[in-house]
């Protein structure tokens, strides 16, 4: 059974702060690892994907990936109210086109 | 384009009704997939398509039945509708080319909320 898991929060940071959110997942095999962003009673939607290890950035977003402690975080910085969602850890099984999904982490950003 | 669009958004049946929740995609993705998401927990895969006339199970696929007859279509039934199926339900897509090694990013649609009374 492929996991992937998350701290649930809700993680509340101020405004202009920088929040990290946690995902580690079970399947060594896995080679892709996405972010998704969901806004109470929307849909979700991606922000970030990575592959390699080491860190990606795209704005104020840096996803970081340790594939040997089968770990994938998401930093944001400078954040902002609008940034308060949950965050939906995603990632594949090795040779599987099927996204296991984490529970997400609910982010409170306080102005 | 429109994108993914789903209908109804929600919908209310009694216990043993059935309905058939749509799902069109007009991005030409090959592959269409339908989860269900409870409060408080991450989506869990139902069904999922890799290409016409072709469908397979997902993790939580018992009460649910798929079809795939056309690359824009993929509707989601369910036959005998109890409370446990109270949900809501995304459907999703996206293109993978033939050998290709990475998933590739899933789009989804508004959602289908459903409330088995």
């Known amino acids: 059974q492929k996991e992937v898991e998350q701290n649930s929060g809700p993680l509340s940071v101020p405004e202009g702060a920088i929040a990290s959110l946690n995902c580690t997942y079970s399947?060594?095999?896995?080679?892709?690892f996405f972010w998704y962003r969901q806004y109470s009673g929307k849909s979700p939607e991606l922000i970030m994907s990575i592959y390699s290890n080491g860190d990606k950035e795209d704005g104020r977003f840096t996803a970081q990936l340790n594939k040997a402690s089968q770990y994938v975080s998401l930093l944001i910085r400078d954040s902002q109210p609008s940034d308060s969602a949950t965050y939906l850890c995603a990632v594949p099984g090795a040779g599987s086109y099927q996204l296991t999904f984490g529970k997400g982490t609910k982010l409170s950003v306080i102005p | 384009n429109a994108g993914v669009t789903q209908t109804p958004k929600f919908r209310i049946l009694k216990i043993g009704q059935s309905m058939t929740l749509q799902c069109t995609q007009d991005?030409?993705?090959?592959?269409m997939y339908w989860y269900r998401q409870d409060p408080g927990m991450g989506l869990k895969l139902i069904y999922y398509s890799v290409g016409a006339g072709i469908t397979d199970k997902g993790e939580v696929p018992n009460g649910y039945n798929v079809s795939r007859s056309t690359t824009e279509d993929f509707p989601l039934r369910l036959e005998l509708a109890a409370p446990s199926q109270t949900s809501v339900y995304f459907c999703a897509s996206s293109y993978l080319s033939a050998g290709i090694k990475y998933q590739e990013t899933q789009y989804f649609g508004p959602g289908t909320r459903l409330l088995v009374l």
């Open positions: 991005m030409n993705h090959n592959y």
């Open positions: 399947d060594r095999g896995s080679q892709s």
